[in-house]
């Protein structure tokens, strides 16, 4: 690796570690979320509107989540004209702590709410079942991602890739 690269993103980290704030958290955290969701929401309609099994649904809904969070923050990264395998880096360290938290907590809420997953697309309890539990998600991985910021990782690493 070439040193003056890595001093500039060590002090690249050092200096989004002393800006964390719960509002850069929260911005972080609703644009990790904005790919879960289109994922998640996807998953959850095609598994449903199948009749694929719960867990089926499930592995869907991640899978999707995770490719368009992925896909989302590829999107910013390869704007600032970086080549594909260094915009998927970026995107891997930003987003996969983020996108696996968020995942973990919307699917047990969907999988701990009686009846949400066999309720069907016309049902109040699927749709009401799905916003509280990304709602969920985003409340309790604000945290961790102020606390991945702070430290120089998760979203921290695609800010020297945005555009002012």
């Given at each position: 690796?070439?040193?003056?690269?890595?001093?500039?993103?060590?002090?690249?980290?050092?200096?989004?570690?002393?800006?964390?704030?719960?509002?850069?958290?929260?911005?972080?955290?609703?644009?990790?979320?904005?790919?879960?969701?289109?994922?998640?929401?996807?998953?959850?309609?095609?598994?449903?509107?199948?009749?694929?099994?719960?867990?089926?649904?499930?592995?869907?809904?991640?899978?999707?989540?995770f490719v368009f969070g992925y896909a989302l923050?590829?999107?910013?990264?390869?704007?600032?004209?970086?080549?594909?395998?260094?915009?998927?880096?970026?995107?891997?360290?930003?987003?996969?702590?983020?996108?696996?938290?968020?995942?973990?907590?919307?699917?047990?809420?969907?999988?701990?709410?009686?009846?949400?997953?066999?309720?069907?697309?016309?049902?109040?309890?699927?749709?009401?079942?799905?916003?509280?539990?990304?709602?969920?998600?985003?409340?309790?991985?604000?945290?961790?991602?102020?606390?991945?910021?702070?430290?120089?990782?998760?979203?921290a690493v695609v800010h020297q890739y945005?555009?002012?």
């Open positions: 690796m070439d040193h003056g690269v890595h001093e500039h993103h060590e002090h690249h980290e050092n200096a989004a570690a002393a800006t964390a704030t719960w509002g850069m958290a929260a911005q972080a955290t609703a644009h990790c979320l904005t790919g879960c969701a289109i994922g998640e929401v996807l998953g959850m309609v095609i598994g449903t509107a199948a009749g694929m099994s719960n867990a089926a649904t499930v592995v869907l809904a991640v899978a999707l989540a923050t590829m999107r910013g990264v390869l704007r600032a004209g970086v080549n594909f395998r260094t915009a998927l880096k970026v995107a891997l360290a930003a987003d996969t702590v983020s996108i696996a938290v968020m995942e973990v907590l919307d699917n047990l809420v969907m999988l701990t709410v009686p009846g949400a997953m066999e309720a069907g697309l016309a049902s109040w309890l699927f749709w009401g079942s799905l916003a509280g539990s990304l709602l969920v998600a985003f409340v309790l991985t604000t945290p961790i991602n102020k606390w991945m910021i702070s430290r120089g990782k998760g979203h945005h555009r002012h």
